[in-house]
C-alpha cells in the first residue's frame, strides 16, 4: 500500500529552508541508530546545541561517534526523555526519524511533546537547520543508488584541493575523510556542507543546494512510491527548489539513467546550469557523445554542458577512464585508473568529478586525486579472505544495485563460486519487487543464502517472508537458494558451506554486517586451530 507524504510524516512540521539553531537549544533527536538521525545529533551539536537520543533498536555502526562526542543517548522511548514530571517542557524542540513516524506517530515522546507544545522537525531539517546556522553552501548528492560513494568521492575531491568543508555521508567514513575516527560525519571549518540527499518521502526537501547531482531515479521506497513516475517527480520537485546563492543552481545529471531521462525533459523552463554526465558505449567516440547531449538537452540557462567518460575495466574489475569535458583547455585528455571496481562505480566516479569541476576544483587537483579514493564503510568492503574464502559486505538492498554489485564482484574474481547473501530490507519493498529480486539472485550466482526480512517503516510483516524470496528463486532453475534465518544462524550456515575459493558477497541495509563479520571470525578461529 502506497501512502502520502502528510500519512508517513504525521506530527512533524513541514519542510522548510534551513534557519539558524539557537545556541544553547535543546534538542531531542528519536531514531539515533540511524545514519541521518545520528549526523543530525552531531551537526547539530557542532552549532552549539544541547543534543540528546534515543532509539529502542539499540545501538548501531553509527552510534559510537555520537557516544564519543559525549551526547547521552538512552535504549528506550520514554516521554521523560522531552518533560519533566509534571508534563512541562525539558526540551525545545525534538527531531524525529521518518523511519518511526511512517509506523508510529505516537511514540511516547512524540504524545507527550504534542501535549507540552514542543515542535517535531525530521531529522533532515535539523540537519539543515545546522547547515544554516554555519552559512554554508550545499552540496548535495541524491539519486537511488550510489549516493554514499559518490559523496565520499566528492569529499574527497575537496579535501585533497586544500579545502576544509563539512560533510555528511549515509556509511561510515575511514579517517582520511572524517580526521578522526570513523563517523558520517566531517566537521570542517569552510561553508560548505558537502552531503547525501535521500528521495525518501521527502527527505531531501529541507536542503536547497547550490549544486545537486542526480545519478539516478529508480523506482524504490514502494511504500510511498507507486511507480517509477513518482520518484522523478519528487525530484523535479526538489530540483526547482534549489538556491544558487545569487546565481543560477546547478544541476549534475547522470544521463545514461533511464529514470534521469525522463527527468531532463521536464527542467527545460527550469532557471538552473544543467550539466550532464555519460559513459559511452563501446564504439562511441566520447567527444560525438558530448557534441549530442550538449545538442539535446537544455533549461532556461541555455544548452546543457556534458562530461563524458570512455571506460576500460582492467583485469581486476578496476575501470580507467579517459575524460572529455572536464577540461576545456586543450592538451590530451585525463585519464584516471580508478581503485573502486565496477561500472557503476565509473559512472559515480564522473559524477563527483563534475561537482567538484562546478564547485571550482582545479581539473588537474581532480584528476590526480580521483584515483585514489578508497571508498566509504560496507559499499564492496573486502572484510577479510580467510582459508582461500573471500567475504565481501555491501550495502546493496535493491534488485539494480546488487546486478551492479555482482558484475563488479564477477570482474574481481573471475571463475570463483559466488554465494549470493542477502538479508532484504523492508517487507514492502521485498513483497513489491520479490520477482525482480528471484531474477537478479537466480542468475548471477551459484548459490544464494537469504536471511530473515529487516523490518523499517513496515506496518505489516505478515506479506512475505526470506523463504517466499528463496522458493522464488529455486523456480527458476538457477541458484540454489536456501533460508537459513537470522543473521547469526546464517552466518553460522554460512560458515559451514563455504569452501576454499568461494567469494562470498553479502548485500543488505539492515544487520546484514553481521554476517560478513561472523563468516570471517568464523573462519579465522578455524584457521588458527591445530591441524
Known sequence: ???????????????????????????????????????????????????????????????????????PLEWRHDPAHVVGPGGGAIVDRIAVSKALTSVDPDLPELVAARAAGIPAISCQQLIADAAATRGARLIAVSGTHGKSTTTGWLLHLLLTAGEDPTAFVGALMPSSLTGGEPSVVRVGADPVLVLEADEYGGNFDPYQPAIGVVLNADWDHPDVFASRADVVATFERWIRAFDGGGGPPTLVAVVDDEGVQELLPRLRDWKGRLLLTSISGDGIDPEDRRRALTHDYATAQGPAGAIVGSMEIGEKGNPTLTI???????????????????????????????????????????????????????????????????????????????????????????????????????????????????????????????????????????????????????????????????????????ASEVEAGDVVLVMGGGRSYVIADRL????????????
Open 1 to 71: 500500500m502506497t501512502r502520502s507524504l502528510e500519512e508517513i510524516s504525521r506530527g512533524l512540521e513541514p519542510s522548510r529552508p534551513g534557519r539558524p539553531i539557537p545556541p544553547g537549544e535543546r534538542i531531542h533527536v528519536l531514531g539515533v541508530g540511524g545514519a541521518a538521525a545520528s549526523a543530525s545529533v552531531l551537526l547539530a551539536a557542532a552549532s552549539e546545541a544541547r543534543l540528546g537520543g534515543c532509539d529502542a533498536a539499540g545501538p548501531s555502526l553509527y552510534t559510537p561517534a555520537v557516544s564519543e562526542a559525549g551526547i
Open 324 to 494: 572529455s569535458g572536464l577540461d576545456r583547455a586543450g592538451g590530451p585528455l585525463p585519464v584516471a585508473t580508478l581503485r573502486l571496481i565496477g561500472r557503476h562505480n565509473a559512472s559515480n566516479a564522473l559524477a563527483a568529478a563534475t561537482a567538484a569541476k562546478a564547485h571550482g576544483v582545479p581539473t588537474d587537483a581532480i584528476v590526480s586525486s580521483l584515483a585514489a579514493f578508497e571508498g566509504v564503510g560496507r559499499r564492496l568492503e573486502l572484510k577479510g579472505e580467510v582459508r582461500g574464502v573471500a567475504v565481501l559486505d555491501d550495502f546493496g538492498h535493491h534488485p539494480t544495485a546488487i546486478a551492479a554489485t555482482i558484475a563488479a564482484v564477477r570482474l574481481r574474481y573471475p571463475g570463483r563460486r559466488l554465494w549470493a547473501v542477502y538479508e532484504p530490507l523492508t517487507f514492502h519493498r521485498t513483497a513489491a519487487m520479490l520477482d525482480q529480486f528471484a531474477e537478479v539472485l537466480a542468475t548471477r550466482a551459484e548459490r544464494v543464502a537469504i536471511a530473515d526480512i529487516f523490518a523499517v517503516r513496515d506496518p505489516d510483516t505478515a506479506i512475505v517472508s526470506a523463504a517466499d524470496l528463496a522458493h522464488a528463486i529455486n523456480a527458476r532453475n538457477g541458484a540454489r537458494a536456501v533460508a537459513p534465518g537470522s543473521v547469526v544462524v546464517t552466518a553460522d550456515y554460512l
Open 520 to 531: 570471517v571470525e568464523a573462519l579465522r578461529a578455524r584457521a588458527a586451530e591445530p591441524a
